[in-house]
């Protein structure tokens, strides 16, 4: 088999394949032949000949030029991802490794959120405005700051990062919701604090969230899952965050609730359109920390990516 890699992407070092990390593929899979490819020229090139391709973008034409292709894959997780319509015999494949990097920064923001270690990590520095003010800011913190310990997040989409996620935040004392279309197993962690449950049985449980984390896809229909109602169902303490797709929150009503203090912060790594358009209400809204689709960035990101594949394939 040819796997023909074209994996570049400047902006973020980590989702661009090096011949390093190309050659642990080798190792483990040395049955396939690997060919890196750092231009689209080069990638054309090879098409070919390939048997899988591992892309960022495939172009609905290049299926005319690839007669040998049977497999199209790609490290992102939404099954949504390509916008192409492949032939017959072609089976796209998607990443399935993301969990343990996305869970550390869902862990990470949960706590830093908790503690107001984001909202006030500028507080100290030189450049603010009234420096007799910000020359010691204890009064920033006191007040806001809690503990995650017996706090309960509600995870939507309780899939292989949701629990990974539910399971980190469960090491430091959360109960833990996780709402899934099906009901299954419960993971060997939960204990009696826990539970699963389905989306139309959530309503009740929301007046009684610390945090609400959307790890949702967006081809099952979860299109502003996270709404006006909604919202206006939590406390003002609680907060939101996303790291699955923008589709699953109504960003107009989540920049008023923020506004009007109906919740208490939001950390947003995706948003319904991405780049997010400057002008968007999120931008100025309260207590809302934006990320440019970067919860997974890890140096191993495709380290892992390519030892899933090597599995697959």
């Known amino acids: ?7 570049q992407l400047p902006s973020v070092a980590e989702f661009s394949l090096t011949n390093e990390i190309a050659n642990e593929f080798t190792k483990a899979r040395p049955d396939i032949e690997l060919v890196n490819c750092f231009t689209e020229d080069e990638f054309i090139e090879q098409l070919p000949t390939a048997d899988a391709v591992s892309v960022w973008v495939f172009k609905q034409e290049w299926f005319a030029i690839a007669p040998k292709l049977k497999y199209l894959c790609t490290p992102a997780a939404g099954r949504d991802y390509f916008k192409v319509v492949p032939p017959a015999g072609v089976e796209m494949r998607y990443g399935s490794f993301h969990a343990p990097i996305m869970a550390e920064t869902v862990l990470g923001i949960v706590i830093g959120m908790s503690h107001r270690l984001l909202q006030n990590a500028t507080a100290m ?3 603010n405005d009234n420096q007799e003010a910000k020359a010691w800011p204890r009064d920033a913190f006191t007040g806001y700051a809690t503990r995650c310990y017996k706090k309960h997040a509600i995870i939507l989409g309780f899939g292989h990062i949701g629990s990974e996620i539910g399971r980190l935040l469960k090491g430091i004392g959360c109960r833990i919701t996780g709402v899934k279309r099906t009901i299954g197993a419960a ?18 449980l929301l007046p009684f969230a610390d945090h609400v984390i959307c790890v949702l896809p967006s081809d099952t229909g979860a299109i502003h899952v996270v709404d006006k109602e909604f919202l206006s169902s939590l406390p003002p ?5 996303n790291v699955g797709r923008g589709v699953s929150i109504d960003e107009e009503a989540l920049a008023i609730a923020l506004n009007e203090g109906k919740i208490a912060g939001a950390v947003l790594d ?10 968007s209400p999120l931008r100025t809204a309260k207590n809302c920390y934006l990320y440019p689709h970067v919860s997974a960035v ?12 090597a599995k697959e394939l």
Request: hydrophobic share 45%; aromatic share 14%; net charge negative.
């Open 1 to 7: 088999m040819k796997l023909v890699c074209y994996l």
């Open 125 to 127: 520095r030189a450049d």
């Open 187 to 204: 993971p060997a962690w939960f204990d009696a604090d826990d539970r699963q449950v389905t989306l139309d049985k959530l309503a009740p």
């Open 237 to 241: 303490t609680a907060f939101i965050y």
């Open 270 to 279: 995706v948003f319904e359109k991405e780049p997010l358009s400057i002008d």
């Open 298 to 309: 890890s140096p191993d990101y495709l380290s892992l990516y390519l030892q899933d594949l």
